[in-house]
């Protein structure tokens, strides 16, 4: 299932980011740092976006950078228990078959699609 999830964090903004705009410097650190990645409460980050400053940033004196509190939103998939999802097979091979599952793609083994007792033939051709 996908979710939209609003965050918090604070970003390092390091000075070579000083000359584009705060609101998209901070969401380009922010898509580094989260997209593409699998957290066990709440999924896998897909997209982030909307990353606002919550007030003022803090320099500390020695560091070459900036540091914001943001506010920003995440699009994430989290696959539930018993969850339906309607999607086409990518491979058949001896083992199973592939299926994308949301925005992965995963196998589905022969145990998993029937009891009886199934056989491959990769030759054949069907019509």
């Not at 999830?5 to 901070?26: G, H, N």
């Not at 580094?32 to 066990?40: L, P, Q, T, V």
């Not at 029937?114 to 069907?126: C, H, V, W």
Request: with cysteine.
């Amino acid at each position: 299932m996908y979710y939209v999830l609003t965050c918090k964090d604070r970003v390092r903004l390091p000075a070579q980011y000083f000359s584009m705009k705060l609101e998209d410097s901070l969401t380009q650190i922010l898509r580094e740092k989260y997209e593409r990645r699998i957290d066990k409460d709440s999924g896998i980050s897909l997209a982030v976006w909307n990353a606002k400053p919550d007030g003022d940033g803090i320099v500390i004196p020695g560091d070459n950078a900036a540091y914001y509190d943001v506010s920003f939103d995440v699009l994430s998939y989290q696959p539930q228990v018993n969850e339906i999802i309607e999607s086409s097979v990518s491979e058949l091979v001896e083992f199973g078959i592939f299926t994308s599952l949301g925005p992965l793609e995963g196998l589905v083994h022969l145990s998993q699609m029937a009891n009886d007792f199934l056989t491959y033939n990769k030759y054949r051709l069907s019509a």
